[in-house]
T-cell receptor
Framework: GQNIDQPTEMTATEGAIVQINCTYQ??????LFWYQQHAGEAPTFLSY????GLEEKGRFSSFLSRSKGYSYLLLKELQMKDSASYLC?????????????????FGTGTRLTVIP | DAMVIQNPRYQVTQFGKPVTLSCSQT?????MYWYQQKSSQAPKLLFH???????NEADTPDNFQSRRPNTSFCFLDIRSPGLGDAAMYLC???????????FGPGTRLTVT
């Protein structure tokens, strides 16, 4: 089975740095994704890790440790508009699927509130 | 420019009355997905198409069907909506089975 855990809620101050953790247990692994989702809107892709280490993209960075089943999303220089839910998602490997498609399993998301 | 388009954005249907949600993409991606997301929950995959090959998730109710007449369009049919089917329905596409999934804006379905 698949299990993805992340904190339900976090609060941080504008201009600060916040780290959102994600741990996962999946039967296979073919990449970890972070998405941002504002209330009532669709998820927007932020970052992708398939190898261990840190991926940096502007104010956002994501880290992966496959041996520990662990990832984090780091947000720097927080802005009010960063208030949103952040979804951790793991792509599984499913060789039983004839098309070779690998499902993406989402965590329930971390609701981040940025305060002045 | 919108790349994954969903219509309508909001849909109200009556209990038991069939409803169809539509999705189109301009990315020419091979894979199209339908997810159901209820409030404060993770998106749940209902089914996906890799080209014309349809893959249904084991726990997707028979009440949900899908069609993909061509590369650009995919439809979600709910044959007899129940109150429990009220949710946001998200369409997503990816270039291949391991690629990034790009989501449309979603259709929020209300069942009265």
């Amino acid at each position: 089975g698949q299990n993805i855990d992340q904190p339900t809620e976090m609060t941080a101050t504008e201009g600060a740095i916040v780290q959102i953790n994600c741990t996962y247990q999946t039967s296979g692994f073919n990449g970890l994704f972070w998405y941002q989702q504002h209330a009532g809107e669709a998820p927007t892709f932020l970052s992708y890790n398939v190898l261990d280490g840190l991926e940096e993209k502007g104010r956002f960075s994501s880290f992966l440790s496959r041996s520990k089943g662990y990832s984090y999303l780091l947000l720097k220089e927080l802005q009010m508009k960063d208030s949103a839910s952040y979804l951790c998602a793991v792509r599984d490997l499913d060789f039983s699927d004839q098309t070779g498609a690998n499902n993406l399993f989402f965590g329930t998301g971390t609701r981040l509130t940025v305060i002045p | 420019d919108a790349m994954v388009i969903q219509n309508p954005r909001y849909q109200v249907t009556q209990f038991g009355k069939p409803v169809t949600l539509s999705c189109s993409q301009t990315l020419n991606h091979n894979v199209m997905y339908w997810y159901q997301q209820k409030s404060s929950q993770a998106p749940k995959l209902l089914f996906h198409y890799y080209d014309k090959d349809f893959n249904n998730e084991a726990d997707t109710p028979d009440n949900f069907q899908s069609r993909r007449p061509n590369t650009s369009f995919c439809f979600l049919d709910i044959r007899s909506p129940g109150l429990g089917d009220a949710a946001m329905y998200l369409c997503a596409t990816s270039r291949d089975s391991a690629g990034v999934e790009y989501f449309g804006p979603g259709t929020r379905l209300t069942v009265t």
